[in-house]
């Protein structure tokens, strides 16, 4: 397929040609001295001689695939929000989807090595993952660049959660249907609180 995609585009070859030996005239035939031919420059190309499709696109692919599963990650990790209104941003979710795409760089990179020849990318990649994971999952357990805004903004989507799963669960006890009951109507109470907070510090 790279050689298809080769001939379709003799300007790359020229180019490349032209850098091997600066002799090459394209114009002129394709051999000036003993500049390697085109046809024979054809026949033995790899794809290592394209470093920048076969190296370079493969592992910015892989980049934006992990960065835009983190992002899709963090706003799936909304949806089980009870409502709307009670979605703020959460640096602790953050976090997780930072985590949860360094866990899947190390995950998908390990099933697909045979796709990815590089070894000192390779290895970037685990020890920067591996790296990543560390730091979220310190910032995560920690807390500690969470301050007053941030943490209620991470506790309305949370006590929302509590809401949905209480309000919705099929639950028959009356016993435990007085005690979602009284979760929910506590929830909601400290929802309002806190958003009644945030307006005020932030304002």
Do not use: C
Request: proline residues 3%; without cysteine.
């Amino acid at each position: 397929m790279l050689q298809r995609f080769a001939e379709r585009r003799e300007g790359i070859w020229e180019q490349s040609n032209s850098q091997l030996n600066p002799s090459f005239n394209p114009r002129g035939g394709g051999v000036l001295s003993d500049a390697l031919p085109l046809a024979e420059l054809k026949r033995h190309a790899t794809p290592a001689f394209f470093p920048y499709f076969d190296k370079t696109m493969k592992y910015r692919t892989f980049a934006a695939m992990i960065a835009t599963s983190s992002v899709v990650m963090l706003g799936l990790m909304y949806l089980n929000t009870y409502s709307l209104d009670h979605i703020f941003w959460s640096e602790t979710r953050f976090y997780m989807a930072i985590l949860m795409g360094a866990t899947m760089a190390t995950v998908m990179l390990a099933f697909m090595f045979g796709m990815y020849k590089n070894k000192k990318a390779n290895i970037g990649i685990f020890v920067g993952s591996a790296i990543v994971f560390a730091t979220s999952l310190f910032l995560v357990r920690s807390q500690q660049t969470v301050d007053d805004v941030s943490w209620m903004k991470t506790m309305i989507p949370h006590h929302s959660i509590a809401i949905l799963t209480s309000e919705r669960a099929n639950i028959s006890d009356p016993r435990v249907r007085k005690l979602a009951d009284e979760i929910i109507e506590a929830q909601r109470k400290e929802i309002a609180e806190m958003k009644q907070l945030i307006a005020e510090l932030e304002g």
